[in-house]
Structure formats: structure tokens, C-alpha cells
């Protein structure tokens, strides 16, 4: 790959940080943005609460007696107290992850740049290789033909020089015929 394009991307990906900071920055000081990352963070922290839990712990929750130890009821309740996050922990948590999520698509984007570049340069390497081998492929053929021209002239001559022997030989034949 050539070196323009590895710092390109170096470029993007390094400049993709600070934007994802000001996006960041931004998410936090737009209310409908703000609203909607509050909601977003705290369903996905309930929901991941939902799948920490093992069946001991569901058990805890739901009350049944005699089914899980206090440990275990314990976790569980620490588990459902961190999904009820506060406001502040709840936006924290989202514009992280808006954050990463850009760094992450950036650096993701990149990459497939950097693939689609070379996989275009593949491709051309491949036609270029298949069109030189397409050009000796009619050399061979042309050089074939030639070959088979020239035979051909070769007996052409042969038979010529076979019949002029023969009437050379007559010639001479008859001359001594007649000095005779």
C-alpha cells in the first residue's frame, strides 16, 4: 500500500478523536439528544443487568424462598440498583459510547477504504496480467502461423530444386548425347 494512503488514513483516523469529543460535548448540550442518550443508556443498563443475571439471581429477584443464597440475592440486587443509573451517569455513559462509536466507524471506515484500494489495485494487476498474456498468446499464435508459412516454402523450394536438378541433369544428359 502506498505511503500517501497509510497517512491518510492516519490523518482521518487522528482526527476523528477530537470530533468525537465535540460530538460528545454536543450530544450533552442538545436536550433532545440529551433525553434520548438518558433513555438509551439507562435501557441498555437494565437490559445488560437483565443478562448478568444467572438463574440463582433471577430466582432472588422474583422471591422465591429457599432458592438462592444471600450472596447470590445480593449480586442481584447490586445488578438491578447500578441499571437505575443516575441522569449524569446515564449521559456519561451514552456520549462514551457516541464517542467510541465514531472512532470506531471512522477507524472501521478506513480500513475498508484501505481494502477497497487494494483490492482495486488486485483487479488491475489481474487484467494487466490477462491482457499480456492474451498479447504472447497472439505472438505464439502468429509466430505459429510463420512457422507453418515457412515450412511450406521450405518443400516449395525443395520440390523446385529436386525438378531443376532433373532438368539440369536432362540438359547435360542430352548435350553429351549430342557431342557424342
Request: aromatic share 6%.
Amino acid at each position: 500500500m502506498a505511503l500517501y494512503i497509510k497517512a491518510f488514513t492516519l490523518i482521518v483516523k487522528t482526527a476523528s478523536k477530537p470530533l468525537a469529543k465535540r460530538l460528545r460535548t454536543a450530544m450533552e448540550e442538545s436536550p433532545t439528544a440529551r433525553a434520548y442518550a438518558i433513555e438509551s443508556a439507562r435501557a441498555t443498563a437494565k437490559w445488560m443487568a437483565f443478562l448478568a443475571r444467572d438463574d440463582a439471581a433471577s430466582g432472588a429477584v422474583s422471591g422465591e424462598p429457599g432458592t438462592t443464597s444471600r450472596k447470590a440475592r445480593n449480586e442481584a440486587k447490586r445488578a438491578m440498583a447500578k441499571a437505575n443509573m443516575s441522569e449524569d451517569a446515564a449521559l456519561q455513559a451514552a456520549s462514551e459510547f457516541v464517542g467510541e462509536a465514531f472512532v470506531f466507524a471512522v477507524a472501521g471506515g478506513a480500513v475498508w477504504w484501505e481494502v477497497e484500494k487494494s483490492n482495486a489495485k488486485d483487479e488491475k494487476r489481474r487484467e494487466d496480467a490477462a491482457n499480456e498474456r492474451a498479447q504472447l498468446c497472439d505472438i505464439i499464435d502468429t509466430q505459429h502461423r510463420t512457422m507453418v508459412d515457412m515450412s511450406a516454402l521450405i518443400e516449395e523450394l525443395f520440390e523446385y530444386k529436386k525438378s531443376s536438378s532433373e532438368t539440369i541433369a536432362a540438359m547435360q544428359a542430352g548435350r553429351r548425347a549430342a557431342a557424342r
